[in-house]
């Protein structure tokens, strides 16, 4: 079965700085690989999400993330931080096939001071 | 405008007396599925449907029912709440599975006292 780490539960940056959030999985082959996001008081948001193809992908809200196989990595990267980027992460992974749900890891929650 | 509705948001209630959160979407989304939310357990899978009448256990079902009559439709019961379902529910859809992202409800905060 797959299963994911977000080995940061909680990262504080400075407004302006440059942010990346860890995320590692495992799985056999290749999996479907996720970023969401989550602000007080809302639901999840999709951030971005990888199938195939280039391992570089890019997001909504300025945010990209890449593949790295050899690492079983999908890190999520953004160049200069928001205060309103301050919310919960979460990766998540999906085998594509059957009925086996999405698997979340246990998120990493970010703070911005000024 | 594509949405998932969760009601109520907010919840309080005690223990033994039963209770619905209602899901509805209007994505004609086949799959769709129920979550809580704990700190530091993050998104853990109660029930999901693939299909009208096709029900099937998440990860964390014990305490909980679904049912799925109508597709747009997959509301949660608690039929005897126990202080250990205070959470934080999600309900989400899914146009197929696995390569298609989830779409998020806004939650339910329930507190079982």
């Known amino acids: 079965a797959q299963s994911v780490t977000q080995p940061d539960i909680h990262i504080t940056v400075s407004e302006g700085a440059s942010l990346e959030l860890r995320c590692n999985y495992s799985y056999g082959a290749t999996p479907y690989l996720f970023w969401y996001v989550q602000s007080p008081g809302q639901g999840l948001q999709l951030l971005l999400k990888y199938f195939s193809g280039d391992t570089l992908v890019q997001g909504i809200k300025g945010f990209e993330a890449e593949f790295k196989r050899s690492q079983s990595s999908f890190n999520l990267r953004k160049p200069s931080v928001h205060w309103s980027d301050a919310a919960e992460y979460f990766c998540?992974?999906?085998?594509?096939?059957?009925?086996?749900?999405?698997?979340f890891g246990k998120g990493t929650r970010l703070s911005v001071i000024a | 405008e594509a949405q998932v509705t969760q009601n109520p948001r907010y919840l309080i209630t005690v223990t033994g007396k039963k209770l619905t959160v209602t899901c509805s979407q209007n994505m004609n989304h086949e799959y769709m599925s129920w979550y809580r939310q704990d700190p530091g357990l993050g998104l853990r899978q109660i029930y999901y449907?693939?299909?009208?009448?096709?029900?099937d256990k998440g990860d964390v079902p014990e305490g909980y029912k679904v049912s799925r009559k109508e597709k747009r439709n997959f509301p949660l019961i608690l039929e005897s709440p126990s202080p250990n379902q205070t959470s934080l529910y999600f309900c989400?859809?899914?146009f197929g599975r696995g390569t298609s992202p989830l779409h998020f409800g806004n939650g339910t905060r329930l507190t079982v006292t």
């Open positions: 449907s693939m299909n009208v009448e096709v029900t």
């Open positions: 998540a992974v999906g085998v594509g096939s059957g009925n086996t749900p999405l698997v």
């Open positions: 989400a859809t899914q």
